[in-house]
């Protein structure tokens, strides 16, 4: 079993930035194609960025230029930098990770809110 543990949400306000961590228990992150997510209010959950085993990386089109995924799989943990944060950010951001078979694991979420 793995546990994905987020943190760095909070409150900012337009502009701002915000860097999210996620820490994978286990052994075998570095096997992961890791992601995050988002859910913002009254919204479907939606993939910001994934990155692969690799270090390919891709991004939502409404994130693009603006946030960064990157990993370290020494510390078995994914980041995501969010910069220049808009109104529209706002949403509960989860950390993702899949194993080769397809299995997803899922964090519990951290609150990004960007007030205009």
């Known amino acids: 079993q793995v546990q994905l543990v987020e943190s760095g949400g909070g409150l900012v306000q337009a502009g701002g930035s915000l860097r999210l961590s996620c820490v994978a228990s286990?052994?075998?992150?570095?096997?992961?194609?890791m992601g995050w997510y988002r859910q913002g209010p009254g919204k479907q959950r939606e993939l910001v960025a994934g990155?692969?085993?690799?270090?390919?990386?891709n991004y939502a089109a409404s994130v693009k230029g603006r946030f960064t995924i990157s990993r370290d799989n020494a510390k078995n943990t994914v980041y995501l930098q969010m910069n220049s944060l808009k109104s529209e950010d706002t949403a509960v951001y989860y950390c993702?990770?899949?194993?080769?078979?397809?299995?997803?694991?899922w964090g519990q979420g951290t609150q990004v809110t960007v007030s205009s």
């Open positions: 990155i692969t085993t690799g270090g390919s990386t």
């Open positions: 993702n990770a899949k194993r080769i078979d397809s299995y997803q694991y």
């Open positions: 286990g052994s075998i992150f570095s096997t992961f194609v």
